[in-house]
């Protein structure tokens, strides 16, 4: 079984910068590709991006691209969210989600709240 806490979210102004931070327990972590999704009010979950395992290459949704940049450090069980140039439209609950098949999220986090104001 596979935890994930989510922390690092908050307020920020428009154009500021927050970084995300998920820790995960678990052994097996630095094969899981790990995901950011976020869910804002009255709308569905959307993904952000994700990191994959092996390698470590990164994809990123068309929205956020440029902006946000996901990391990952094995060694603390770690996957980051740099987020930069925030917009009020990326307020929202954060998400991070673990694949141990690479592909499926089998595993998620509680969420923390990040709210951008303009």
């Known amino acids: 079984q596979v935890q994930l806490v989510e922390s690092g979210g908050g307020l920020v102004q428009a154009g500021g910068s927050l970084r995300l931070s998920c820790a995960a327990s678990g052994r097996t972590f630095s094969r899981y590709a790990m995901g950011w999704f976020r869910q804002a009010p009255g709308k569905e979950r959307e993904f952000v991006g994700i990191i994959r395992g092996s390698g470590g290459s990164t994809s990123y949704a068309r929205s956020v691209k440029g902006r946000f940049t996901i990391s990952r450090d094995n060694a603390k069980n770690t996957v980051y969210l740099q987020m930069n140039s925030l917009k009020p439209e990326d307020t929202a609950v954060y998400y991070c989600?673990?694949?141990?098949?690479?592909?499926?999220?089998?595993?998620w986090g509680q969420g923390t709240q990040v709210t951008v104001s303009s």
């Open positions: 989600a673990g694949a141990s098949d690479g592909t499926t999220f089998d595993y």
